[in-house]
């Protein structure tokens, strides 16, 4: 096949990749936009194969085999809660095989380089990379493998930027003689700590950010071996991914009211004890017991459901929505109320959810429903906790100030279900659990929802 | 590469990202996941790269073995990425209230 064929079949798969996007634009489409994308990566990978430039299949069949098979594997096994951490491993497989390929084509290459192609080439290492690394320690610390809190030292910022200046110092010399194999590697190894490094410092609770700002790297990656090899479905594809995470990276920034500076850099959740423990509300927090609860859901009329990591934590997902559809049955209007940030990665809360079988319509973002937590009777917070601190309204001093978070507190009663008396992830007292029409029922969130719906049927 | 085709794929690039911002931004909360998991399976694209690498004409060398690597990846990255999105998309189901509990 021509090359001239291939570039046009790689056109096609472009906009297969566009038209499967687009078509997630609606929980209706979605299915059908997977299939398009997927048939556009199939053609694109045919194409490649009938390539002349590719005389051995041997080692590209059993390639396939073991990925596919590893891959599959993991997608048929994994747990939906764990889903952030599945999506931080295939980032990374994503950014490890960008790296590969330009280290293949640099090593492949003989007949000297232009700078261009070098400069791109070595782009892709490094990102490429550090995404690979990055993007295990996120899931390190996503599955607790790897301490959630940050992970910092004094001096942490100069080294890593010492680390860069580095590479780039490395970079220079290769650009200088491509043979020097000593500066090549060293860039790789560099790249492959850079990652190590950058990531640690940051809580276990900011990795919705991390993941997806790994997601549009491992694009970037893909996009830089796009212009080394001259290959534009890389190119286009590589900047699809790139958007595409950034646009979530900034919808999780701006969902927390912090800059992505302050995430990558501000070791956020990082405990000052002397401040949490001085700081903290006045007044007791009030433990109910599973009797009461189901007495003020019986007699309320409207339900909000507000979930967050805890629920996942305890995979509560499908107790909570038999709970929601007996309320319904009973008459309540049950909605769902899911913060930006909630659970581990965008959008994880919705996707628990609809493995519960909850209908998507069911589900609110936080500005549609916002104003409603004023008109309803009840709202039943499930192991979320930053996202609904009135502390994020009304207290400057609050480290989380700022953040856009639900009205729970405005609605008649808000029922608090939490593990314990402690305070959450970044150590931030949360003045819900003192209010007056707060009723905490403490305990893990699966066998407590499971008691109250128990109740409710007696 | 020429200066010419530099220019061409900076100009690909651009717009495609222009293009792909437009679209993505129509993508709701709901579907953020699959979103990731759809936009990570398609950055296994880089798959492209690592079937000419690991077919190269002079096959079992450095850069053969290195393209292998680069293969397998992306082959967890395309493969996983696109079964596991499919498998959450599926999930997503809207139901006439009140039919089943």
Same mark, same amino acid.
């Given at each position: ?458 | $590469?020429?200066?010419?085709?530099? /220019?061409? @794929?900076?100009? &690909? ?5 222009? !293009? *792909? ?14 979103? $990731?998991?759809?936009?990570?399976? /398609?950055? @296994?694209?880089? &798959? ?5 690498? !690991? *077919? ?46």
């Amino acid at each position: 096949m021509s090359i001239h064929v291939i570039n046009l079949i790689y056109l096609i798969a472009a906009s297969l990749f566009m038209l499967g996007i687009k078509n997630l634009s609606s929980p209706a489409t979605a299915k059908l936009g997977n299939k398009l994308s997927m048939s556009g990566m199939a053609v694109a990978i045919a194409a490649t194969l009938a390539s002349p430039d590719i005389s051995g299949f041997t080692l590209i069949i059993i390639g396939i085999a073991i990925g596919a098979a590893i891959g599959g594997y993991a997608a048929i096994k994994v747990e939906m809660t764990a889903m952030p951490e599945m999506v931080a491993l295939f980032n990374g497989c994503g950014g490890a095989a960008s790296a590969l390929v330009a280290v293949a084509e640099f090593q492949g290459t003989t007949t000297g380089f232009e700078s261009f192609t070098l400069i791109t080439l070595l782009l892709s290492i490094i990102i490429g990379g550090l995404t690979f690394t990055g993007s295990l320690i996120a899931f390190g610390k996503l599955q607790g493998i790897v301490s959630t809190r940050p992970i910092t030292y004094p001096g942490q910022q100069v080294v890593n930027a010492g680390i860069v200046a580095l590479t780039l110092l490395l970079a220079w010399l290769v650009f200088q003689d491509p043979a020097n194999a000593f500066a090549f590697f060293g860039i790789v190894v560099l790249a492959l700590g850079l990652g190590v490094l950058a990531v640690i410092p940051i809580g276990g609770a900011d990795m919705p950010v991390i993941v997806s700002l790994l997601n549009s790297y491992s694009g970037l990656a893909v996009s830089m071996t796009g212009f080394a090899l001259n290959n534009n479905a890389l190119i286009i594809v590589g900047s699809l991914v790139g958007a595409s995470g950034l646009f979530l990276t900034k919808i999780m920034c701006d969902a927390m009211n912090r800059s992505l500076a302050n995430v990558l850099f501000g070791a956020f959740g990082k405990v000052d004890d002397s401040v949490a423990a001085s700081e903290g509300p006045t007044g007791t927090m009030k433990g109910f017991e599973v009797d009461e609860v189901a007495m003020v859901l019986e007699s309320a009329s409207s339900l909000i459901i507000v979930p967050g990591y805890g629920m996942a934590a305890a995979q509560a997902q499908h107790v909570t929505r038999e709970l929601g559809d007996y309320l319904s049955e009973e008459g309540l209007e049950v909605r769902y109320a899911i913060h930006s940030v909630a659970g581990r990665m965008p959008g994880h809360m919705n996707v628990l959810l609809a493995e519960a079988d909850v209908s998507y319509d069911q589900l609110f973002a936080m500005e549609d429903i916002n104003d409603d937590f004023a008109n309803t009777d009840v709202v039943l917070v499930i192991g979320a906790n930053d996202v609904v601190n009135p502390a994020a309204k009304t207290n400057p001093g609050s480290p989380i100030y700022g953040m856009p978070v639900l009205d729970v507190e405005k609605a008649r009663t808000v029922i608090v279900l939490k593990r314990s008396m402690n305070v959450g992830f970044a150590g931030i007292e949360n003045e819900l659990f003192y209010m007056d029409n707060t009723m905490m029922l403490f305990g893990d969130a699966k066998s407590s929802l499971q008691k109250v719906l128990s109740a409710l049927k007696e | $590469m020429d200066t010419g085709t530099i /220019i061409v @794929g900076l100009t &690909i690039f651009v717009l495609a990202c222009f !293009a *792909g911002a437009e679209l993505i931004s129509r993508v709701p909360q709901t579907l953020h996941t699959p979103l $990731m998991s759809a936009s990570n399976a /398609i950055s @296994g694209i880089a &798959i492209l790269g690592a079937l000419l690498a !690991a *077919g190269s004409p002079e096959s079992f060398n450095s850069v053969s073995l290195i393209g292998f690597l680069a293969v397998i990846f992306a082959s967890i990255n395309v493969v996983g990425g696109y079964m596991v999105t499919d498998r959450m998309l599926q999930m997503f189901k809207k139901k006439t209230r009140k039919k089943k509990g």
